[in-house]
């Protein structure tokens, strides 16, 4: 059995910071690759940013410089750091492992 449950989302002004939790329970974590994902109203669920197990990010071009990914894996969690927000970072953020498993989703909007 695996679970991946996300935290930290809410309501924040444009230009605001949020910092996005996903904590894995599961057996094995370090090897597997980790990403973000989202999805806004209306839109299809689109890559935010990845991680590997080596540490090498990956990130949209959307939020290239404003968001940062990154892994813990003695907690078995991985965090996307949101810096500079803007209205269109609002969506429902999901979290994945290994390109199979998904969390259940936190919500996230951007609006004054």
């Known amino acids: 059995q695996v679970q991946l449950v996300e935290s930290g989302g809410g309501l924040v002004q444009p230009g605001g910071s949020l910092r996005l939790s996903c904590a894995a329970s599961v057996s094995i974590f370090s090897i597997y690759a980790t990403g973000w994902y989202r999805q806004a109203p209306g839109k299809q669920r689109e890559l935010v940013a990845t991680i590997t197990s080596g540490g090498n990010t990956n990130y949209a071009d959307s939020v290239k410089g404003r968001f940062t990914i990154s892994r813990d894996n003695a907690k078995k969690t991985v965090y996307l750091q949101m810096n500079s927000l803007k209205p269109e970072d609002t969506a429902v953020y999901f979290c994945?492992?290994?390109?199979?498993?998904w969390g259940q989703g936190t919500q996230v909007i951007v609006s004054s």
């Open positions: 994945n492992l290994a390109s199979h498993w």
